[in-house]
């Protein structure tokens, strides 16, 4: 989809601690009631990412390495490498609930680019090993990121719009290739990406501790709903052998009423 890379891209999502003041003070009624209505914290961020391998080990270990998050740049998008024009906002609002909302500062959507050189499994002993994914990298622009959390529900809540403009990898232990992925607003192909809901795909999910699903009897878990994911997908080439077999596109793709419960065996 030519269309998909004439789209421009600006900055980038990332998060980063901040500085507390070290010289800490208890305060009485008085002064907690002066900080009353205050208008919270902000961060201005640019920063770059590099991390040599990420293993997750069971019994076996499934390891990811040669990651790069930063700017679209990294993976031959038009911004630069860094991962920058942004800002966050935080507030604890009246009700006690934590509002965190990333904006850019320039006002355009942020930027991203990302890299992978491998992943795969690895035997316990280090016997043998089998990539599943090896050459990724994608770029694209994140439009919304509201992150809540609900004192009354004890619920994570994210709000995010964002797009894929393109990602290529190869899935290795299948000897298949996918070239120009891209993930757009579920109007893309209707309105050409000429509308906010054309350009960007957008989530809305729920994290919290919860029970397991139907007769399951697990207490105590990681429940995630996914009230609504909706997009347009198109994959511009499925390689077999270093050949493409043709392109895939899905119009008007949405994920809702879904419900995870995630817990250790």
Do not use: C
């Not at 980063?16 to 800490?24: I, Q, R, V, W």
């Not at 293993?55 to 998008?77: H, K, M, P, R, W």
């Not at 694209?140 to 403009?165: E, S, W």
């Not at 795909?201 to 909706?230: E, F, H, Q």
Request: aromatic residues 6%; negative net charge; charged residues 15%.
């Amino acid at each position: 989809m030519k269309g998909l890379k004439k789209i421009a891209l600006v900055t980038a999502i990332a998060a980063a601690p901040f500085a507390a003041n070290a010289d800490l003070k208890a305060m009485d009624d008085t002064m907690m009631g002066d900080i009353t209505g205050q208008a919270g914290v902000t961060i201005e961020l640019e920063t770059q990412v590099s991390i040599g391998s990420f293993v997750y080990t069971d019994e076996g270990s499934f390891a990811v390495s040669g990651i790069q998050i930063g700017g679209s740049g990294l993976a031959g998008g038009a911004g630069t490498n860094l991962l920058d024009d942004l800002y966050i906002d935080i507030d604890v609002e009246a009700d006690g609930d934590a509002f965190i909302s990333v904006h850019s500062i320039s006002g355009a959507p942020i930027d991203w680019g990302m890299t992978a050189a491998n992943m795969s499994l690895v035997a316990a002993d280090g016997s043998q090993s089998t990539t599943l994914v090896s050459n990724l990298a994608g770029h694209g622009n994140l439009a919304q990121l509201d992150i809540r959390v609900d004192t009354a529900t004890d619920q994570l809540q994210l709000d995010v719009a964002f797009n894929v403009v393109d990602m290529d990898f190869d899935v290795e232990f299948l000897g298949v290739g996918i070239r120009d992925m891209a993930i757009m607003g579920g109007t893309f192909f209707e309105d050409g990406g000429t509308t906010f809901t054309g350009l960007f795909a957008v989530a809305d999910v729920d994290v919290y501790k919860g029970a397991g699903l139907g007769a399951s009897t697990a207490t105590d878990v990681l429940r995630i709903d996914i009230n609504d994911i909706t997009m347009d997908m198109n994959i511009g080439a499925i390689e077999i052998g270093g050949t493409s077999i043709g392109s895939v596109a899905l119009d008007n793709l949405t994920i809702s009423n879904t419900k995870l419960a995630v817990y250790g065996h």
